[in-house]
């Protein structure tokens, strides 16, 4: 520690400590046992956002990480306010988001006495977040925090929460700010063997039907552009999972759009047919393996990813590579040379030719991917963020990515009510990209009390809800699945979304016939504030292709015809 201590409350001393690591913004709501910090803030040089809801704080903190790269900091107060945190600190432990959670407590003297609006949530979170901590000693604070940013955004990032009993806001410390961080056993390795990393380009010499299979990883340590310089001198193709979608970009003509369930035929076709697969900031997840005993059966694995623990959990791999993306991928350039891929690459143009991703369009009703593609028209450059269900997979396969940070949604824990206060988060972070959250009528109820937030503070956020009157993924299982037994799945005429927004101030524009949908995105955007369009869409549309839940990646059903 360097520099002259100054004395100052605990409460002073969070402040203090949230300059020193250059947080912009927190998202939070106030209460009891955080009086003395919300104290400090109201003088503080530092942009707090009342949110409606917690958990409303926690999700946007997440999307201002995913849109800028920089740690997202939220704040609650104890018991019920803690506890509201949970989905979302568990939403970015399983996607690899940095963030840094605080939460006030009781007083010291009264933990583990079931206090008026106690709750044990360093216990309640142990398993959702990279590391946490519960401060005993005001002395302590600043040493905690400092390692809280740096355990959240080192190595794999993920959220670390930080407990701050009431006592410690008030007891004074004499304030010195860490200069560096020392934790035993916390070495995250970011430079690749350069053996394995050879052992790769010998593997990759005579490959003839190699893949790039590429994820959140490639994101969140900024390689994009070393992944397209691998993939151009490769002369291999590449497909990126729900969370890496923007690592590469859309129109390049390698690009092979997204595998698994609900991924492009000719995506999970050339995984199928690889004779390498080249796994890059990935963790095999579920829905792109489909039946891991049929995945990739004839190709040999190479593993890049920043987290041992994830190599060969699901998946083995033959070459594993741990390590950063981004350094591993500039090495791997200079040790590549270009792959006899011509036959490959003219069998994966006959596939896209063959079985491309497409719908029925119609004069009479909307087609949800009609929205997306006159979206990605009217603003090519937007960040798109979505809820979760089929909005969100027609987002995924509809809309032109060409930058990492332009879509961010809810991969691995598949969270309802994410997608708009991670927009504010998103727009908060990036107040220079047009943001619209791409919502279900059922995920945008969830956290529809935010309009007051973006209404207040006049953040220019588009609105953009599918509504087909049904909790839609859920029914689309039911046709399916269930003999088309649609069992509380239907929502229709639930709430007028146009009322409602004008309720809270905001501009409201319903949709009903496919003549509208370009010239209300186009008022959206020109009204430059909070917008809601309330898009009437075709009830029953599905997403397709699909791939039955236990079945192999190429077992695909296709469902355009049976809408």
């Known amino acids: 520690m360097t520099g002259k201590a100054e004395r100052m409350t605990g409460a002073r001393a969070f402040v203090e400590c949230l300059y020193r690591e250059n947080v912009e913004i927190i998202f939070g709501y106030p209460g009891g046992v955080l009086l003395p910090i919300y104290d400090e803030l109201y003088d503080a040089h530092l942009h707090h956002l009342l949110v409606r809801h917690e958990q409303a704080a926690v999700h946007a903190a997440e999307g201002y990480a995913r849109a800028t790269g920089k740690v997202g900091v939220c704040l609650a107060t104890s018991g019920p306010g803690a506890t509201n945190l949970v989905t979302g600190i568990a939403n970015a432990y399983m996607d690899s988001v940095p963030m840094v959670a605080f939460t006030g407590q009781v007083p010291s003297s009264m933990l583990g006495n079931d206090a008026f609006q106690e709750a044990d949530i360093t216990g309640i979170t142990m398993p959702i977040t990279k590391h946490n901590y519960l401060v005993q000693d005001v002395k302590d604070l600043p040493r905690i925090i400092k390692e809280a940013f740096h355990i959240a955004s080192t190595g794999r990032p993920g959220p670390v929460l930080v407990d701050i009993p009431k006592d410690i806001t008030t007891d004074e410390l004499d304030f010195v700010y860490p200069d560096t961080v020392e934790l035993r056993g916390y070495k995250p390795t970011f430079k690749g063997n350069a053996q394995q990393v050879k052992r790769a380009a010998s593997v990759l010499k005579g490959a003839k039907r190699p893949v790039i299979y590429a994820g959140g990883g490639v994101i969140g340590s900024e390689a994009s552009k070393e992944l397209l310089a691998f993939a151009e001198k490769l002369k291999a193709p590449v497909t990126t999972t729900l969370t890496g979608i923007g690592g590469f970009p859309n129109d390049n003509e390698l690009y092979l759009g997204m595998p698994g369930m609900h991924g492009t035929k000719y ?9 390498v697969l080249i796994a890059v900031g990935v963790r ?12 990739a059966p004839n190709a040999k694995i190479i593993h890049i990813d920043i987290d041992p623990a994830e190599i060969s959990k699901i998946i083995k791999v033959d070459v594993p590579i741990v390590g950063d993306a981004k350094q591993i991928l500039g090495s791997l350039v ?6 006899d891929t011509k036959e490959w690459l003219d069998k994966i143009a006959t596939w896209k030719r063959d079985f491309p991703l497409f719908y029925v369009n119609r004069d009479d009703v909307i087609k949800p991917q009609y929205i997306l593609e006159q979206i990605s028209e009217v603003c090519p450059d937007a960040i798109i963020v979505t809820e979760v269900g089929q909005h969100q997979m027609w987002a ?14 809810s991969g691995g824990l598949g969270t309802m009510g994410y997608g708009f206060p991670a927009a504010i988060g998103a727009k908060l972070g990036r107040p220079d990209k047009i943001v619209v959250d791409v919502s279900g009528d059922g995920s945008f109820q969830m956290n529809s009390q935010e309009m007051a937030t ?23 299982w039911q046709a399916l699945f269930f003999e088309h037994r649609y069992s509380h799945t239907t929502i229709e005429n639930s709430v007028d979304f146009v009322k409602l927004a004008e309720a809270y101030g905001a501009m409201g524009i319903r949709v009903t016939k496919p003549s509208e949908v370009k010239a209300a995105i186009e008022k959206a955007v020109e009204a430059n504030g909070p917008v809601l369009i309330d898009f009437v869409i075709e009830r029953e ?12 990646i190429n077992e695909i059903l296709d469902l355009e015809d049976t809408q």
């Open 454 to 476: 973006i209404v207040q503070n006049n953040i220019p956020i588009i609105i953009a809800i599918f509504n087909n009157g049904y909790l839609g993924m859920v029914r689309q």
């Open 284 to 295: 095999f997840d579920d829905r792109v393996t489909g039946k891991t005993t049929s995945f």
């Open 334 to 339: 200079d040790q590549v040379s270009e792959c």
């Open 541 to 552: 549309e599905n997403v397709s292709p699909m791939v039955p839940a236990g079945a192999a």
């Open 267 to 275: 995506a999970n076709y050339a995984i199928q047919e690889s004779d």
């Open 396 to 409: 995924a396969q509809y809309f032109n990515y060409k930058e990492p940070r332009t879509f961010i949604s």
